[in-house]
């Protein structure tokens, strides 16, 4: 029997820090389901914004990798699934799957459906929630769950326990004290986990990558050893590539 082509996916990290790109590259690398994958990784141009921290540096970074496709220097027809690898609404996501039959999903949308499901059913008590950079994030974020699932914006959702900023930039995870930067989001993890009955938090900037352990500690101090270590913490990247390999191989078996 013939072996199975391995599914070839794109991370595309749409600014232009090689820094943070090599952080989701050392995030996925020890992924068991990367033997059935093919990984391509992509770093927008130094035009794209080195971080992108508001609807400006989307829109920028929008601008630049389109630019760099129309050039030809990305072809998109080369993968079967591409990844957005920036925790925003981010524009590429629909302008991208207007214009390949690949598979395209953005870390946002990945995380959220990988949060739904570890997480116990409706009615379960339970809640997941974001903690992130900005304080932009909180609103752009927080319109941006109510949206993907169907809500209007400000509806009240019982499980989703909201978007909480640490003050830091998506290049801040790189560039400042690893001390500032432990202070800064376990606080914000802290006041996520006081807001509600938190299973899963979700890193919410791809600059996270491999900062798991911060989150974990402010979660057993939260709540307690064995409360604390079962915890779900979601890294976008990784979700999105979870997501992708299924939806690519239910697109092939229900096709």
Known sequence: MATPRKIRVLILNPNSSAAMTEGMKSAVAKMPLLEYLDISIYTAPSSAP???????????????????ILAGNLKLDSFDAVLVACFSVHTLVSKLSS?????????????ILTSLSVIAPPGGNESWGIVTTRVFWETHLGDGVSGFLGQTTGQANDRFAGTFSSGLTAGDFHTVSPKQV???LKDA????????????????????????????????????????????????????????YQTVLSRREFA
Do not use: H, P, W
């Open 50 to 68: 080195g971080s992108i921290n508001d609807d400006e540096g989307i829109q920028a970074s929008t601008r630049t990798v389109l630019a760099d």
């Open 182 to 184: 432990q202070g800064k």
């Open 189 to 244: 993890t802290v006041r996520l986990l006081k807001s509600s009955n938190v299973r899963c938090v979700v890193m919410g900037c791809g600059g996270m990558a491999g900062l798991e352990s911060i989150i974990r500690d402010a979660a057993v101090e939260m709540y307690g050893e064995e409360r604390g270590k079962s915890v779900y913490i979601v890294d976008g990247v990784r979700a999105g590539l979870l997501q992708l």
């Open 99 to 111: 214009m390949t039959t690949a598979v395209i999903t953005g870390i946002f949308e990945a995380s």
